[in-house]
């Protein structure tokens, strides 16, 4: 019976390959605490940083006293601004065009900046100094209000721009203005408003909030002065491109880099950007010619490191009486703290926000965003999110909430009126993106029934009727989503960072023995990317899954690519992935029609194995080409079995997803219970569905953290309030509810493997989802908006301002 041939399933199975729900495979290490992490790493009289912030939101800098710090014994050095000027280090660059103070520069702009860099040969010793560093401060007027920031007499923030008419966006309107974003017909829209029959205005703010991943973000730098190599180990969602930047400030040229991202604790957007302290330990290193660490505690990292969202949004959408959208305008003033530090695509200052539209088939639509200065943190990351989809499909869903009220139709019906039949893709935007694929109906109607969506209107009528006649307290709330997200940036022809191309790429080399590697240019933190990306090769080429290494992070082995956000490492990282293994193929065909002395033309590929033609007893398996490709000299052909291929994709795919969230809310204790959460997600070909399962979990329990209670909020003078993980709302097992997940399965056209990405799908159909069950529970007693974050207190008020 050994002799017996392997099935044709047993050979798919082995190869754990597409559609495999494969463990993984990282799993091993980080559940034996075998994780290695950047605070892990402990180099040879390596120093610490830390730095001296401001305990003020807007305050002149008179003077900086490093006397006494210095004193104290281990302490190294004290940088502040005076020493990094001569270097032209005092400001760098930010992804979106502006300029940020690395320390603070004559004045300080936002609570916890940067004002002194202390260098210790200890870590506790290091914040002992930061206590003893004596600063002077003038406290100035304080802005936290992007509307009072526009008034013409408000305080001057950046006095650095003074008399600077435009910015890398254009036009500036006013000293604390950064730019207006146009996209889109104003006029046809306006129009059509006008001479609407019906239309719904909301102002809808999307509230200040934070990534925070488990890990922190910092590095370590490390100048070996004697080979003029310069190391950086840091938490880097975009290693090659920290690269570059570093060589671009420091001068040191690039191939004398070394950029090492390890195992990452989280990202979520938080760790894309450049911050001080990865300035500020390099300039150490050099300086002292000792590895310096830098590691942010939480609330440096709450109160400091990029926050997202932010963004008051006016919208205003028009219909027929009969549910038909007519037209939809959006005007978004986006609070962007003291600089302008927003990750995004270059020529996108307000991100993809113009998905705005979202599933629906909108005539014509208008969106404009002014950026403005405040005394708050900088950031504008995309948490979760692939660059403020998250914003434009809150707006959108809670737009068709309130028009559904305007109507007086029901917002399932309104959805499924409007949606964006299957046979319309490829289709066009109103504010120009082409949707590559979709069929909304099917999944609309799949969620629907999944719930039992009648039932549960009826059940909820009921109930007010109960509570009305005073037999309960307690209301349900129904809150449907359906929406369409935009991942895989992606065309190099539209987007890029600081002047780079946004492709990705794969390198494989195949082993004698049958075994593989393969380095891309992203880098996981956490999504699973060493288990998905070899399914992804193992269907491609024919080898175990299992027999093949990925490997990602190091810019002195992997490609150059952009890194790890937006939900892109699937749509172009696995493409380049699916395209190198092809190319791995196509030289194992011509090797395998030698050994087999037959034509290339006279092969057929099948599974591991290429066969001849009409006799499937001759065949030759990669594994056996892979020796011969290294053992044998093959005419015309070079030796070896190595690939690469860097992925420029033609468009970005657009998964999608229809989500129903449940809630009994308590209406004299605020307190929502969330009773179901029903969540449908179309990401086109699933490479792995339990990791997908995994990433909707967690998608879906940061959706329900921003929902339902977490926030960065200022005081009026600019104090963070929220700068621990006591008033930081990050759930537990225990806050956190059970989800039931689902599927359709509609690939993309233009993907090598039909895959979308699916990362962030989840938080951007989440929260309104949870929001909207908040706001449906009060519908039929007139609440038509109330902002997020909607925790016990604030659906207490709503209770109590209807008078419940
Ligand atoms: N997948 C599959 N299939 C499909 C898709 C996908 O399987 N169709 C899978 C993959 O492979 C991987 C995952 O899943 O593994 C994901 O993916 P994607 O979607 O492509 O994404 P990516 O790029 O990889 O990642 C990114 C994301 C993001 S963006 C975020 S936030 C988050 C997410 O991811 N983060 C995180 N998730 C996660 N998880 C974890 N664990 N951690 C983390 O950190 Mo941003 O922009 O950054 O904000």
């Known amino acids: 019976n050994e002799l017996a041939p392997i099935s044709r399933e047993d050979r798919v199975e082995k190869l754990k390959g597409l559609g495999h729900s494969r463990k993984r495979v990282e799993d091993v290490r980080f559940t034996q605490g075998k994780g290695n992490y950047v605070d892990d790493l402990k180099l040879p009289s390596m120093l610490y940083g830390d730095f001296v912030r401001s305990p003020y939101a807007h305050a002149r800098v008179t003077s900086i006293d490093k006397s006494a710090a210095l004193a104290l014994p281990g302490v190294v050095a004290v940088l502040t601004a005076e020493d990094l000027a001569p270097l032209n280090l005092h400001w760098m660059p930010t992804l979106a065009g502006d300029k940020q103070m690395v320390l603070a520069d004559g004045k300080v702009l936002f609570q916890g900046q940067e004002v002194a860099f202390v260098v210790a040969n200890d870590r506790y010793v290091a914040a002992d100094a930061v206590d003893l560093v004596v600063v002077e401060y003038e406290e100035l007027p304080v802005v936290t209000d992007p509307f009072k920031a526009l008034e013409p007499d408000a305080p001057v923030l950046r006095e650095d721009l003074a008399g600077q008419t435009s910015g890398a966006h254009g036009e500036r309107r006013h000293h604390n203005h950064i730019f207006l974003w146009e996209v889109g017909d104003k006029q046809a829209t306006e129009e059509v408003i006008a001479s609407a029959e019906v239309v719904a ?202 028009l559904a009220i305007e109507l007086g139709m029901d917002a399932a019906e309104v959805r499924a009126k409007n949606f964006i039949r299957k046979d319309q893709f490829p289709y066009q935007s109103a504010l120009g993106w082409e949707y590559d694929s979709g069929d909304y109906h099917t999944a609309w109607n799949k969620a629907l029934k999944a719930v039992g969506y009648e039932d549960l209107r009826r059940e909820q009528a009921e109930r007010v009727e109960a509570f009305k006649r005073g037999e309960t307290r307690k209301l349900i709330g129904i809150g449907l989503t359906h929406f369409t997200e935009i991942v895989g940036a992606g065309p190099v022809k539209n987007c890029d960072i600081l002047g780079m191309g946004m492709f990705d790429s794969c390198e494989i080399r195949i082993h004698p023995t049958g075994s593989a590697i393969a380095r891309l240019g992203t880098i996981s933190q956490g999504q699973g990317h060493a288990t998905t990306f070899a399914q992804i090769l193992a269907s491609e080429i024919g080898l175990p899954a299992d027999s093949i290494t990925i490997e990602e992070g190091d810019t002195d082995t992997a490609p150059y690519g952009l890194g790890t956000y937006g939900s892109r490492s699937t749509p172009v990282a696995g493409a380049a992935t699916a395209m190198a293994g092809r190319k791995i193929r196509a030289k194992a065909q011509m090797i395998a029609a030698y050994l087999l002395e037959v034509h290339d033309g006279d092969l057929e590929w099948d599974v591991d194995r290429f066969v001849v033609k009409g006799a499937p007893e001759r065949f030759k398996t990669m594994a056996e080409i892979a020796y011969a490709s290294y053992n044998q000299a093959i005419p015309g052909l070079e030796p070896g079995l190595e690939a690469v291929s860097y992925y420029d994709p033609p468009n970005m795919t657009y998964p999608f997803g229809a989500y129903v969230c449940v809630m009994e809310i308590d209406v004299d204790t605020g307190v929502a219970d969330i009773r179901q959460f029903y969540a449908l997600d179309d990401c086109g070909t699933r490479i792995n569905p339990m990791i997908i399962e995994g990433q909707v979990h967690g998608g879906l329990t940061e959706a329900f953290a921003i929902a339902m209670g977490q926030e960065i909020a200022y005081d009026e003078i600019g104090n963070v309030k929220n700068a621990t993980l006591m008033d930081f709302f990050l759930p537990t097992a225990w806050e956190t509810p059970h989800y039931v997940t689902d599927f359709t399965e509609t690939p993309s056209p233009h993907h090598p493997i039909g895959a979308k990405g699916v990362g962030e799908s989840p938080n951007v159909g989440g929260v309104p989802a949870f929001s909207n069950a908040v706001h449906d529970a009060f519908r039929v007693f007139g609440l038509k908006q109330a902002h997020m974050p909607h925790d016990h207190w604030r659906i207490w008020k709503i209770a109590h301002d209807l008078g419940l």
């Open 201 to 402: 205005e909301e102002m809808v703010y999307y509230h200040r909030t934070h990534p925070c991943p488990l890990e922190t973000c910092g590095c370590v730098a490390s100048m070996d002065a004697v080979n003029g190599k310069l190391t950086i180990h840091g938490t880097f969602q975009a290693p090659h491109v920290v690269r570059t930047v570093a060589s671009l400030l420091s001068g040191i040229e690039e191939h004398k880099i070394r950029v090492i991202s390890p195992d990452i604790g989280g990202g979520f957007g938080n760790k894309v950007g450049v911050y001080p302290g990865y300035v500020c330990a390099i300039v150490a290193s050099i300086v002292t010619g000792k590895p310096v660490k830098w590691i942010e505690d939480r609330m440096e990292n709450l109160t400091a490191t990029a926050f997202a969202r932010d963004y008051w949004m006016k919208g205003r959408i028009a219909a027929t009486k009969d549910g038909r959208i007519t037209a939809l305008s959006c005007h978004v003033t986006a609070d962007h703290g003291a600089f302008d530090a927003c990750a995004d695509p270059t020529k996108f200052p307000a991100g993809f926000f113009s998905i705005v539209t979202g599933s629906y088939d909108i005539p014509v639509a208008y969106v404009g965003v002014d950026g403005v200065y405040t005394n708050k943190a900088p950031g504008g990351v995309a948490y979760r999110c692939s660059f403020r989809v998250t914003e434009a499909a809150y707006l959108i869903e809670r737009m068709i909430e309130v």
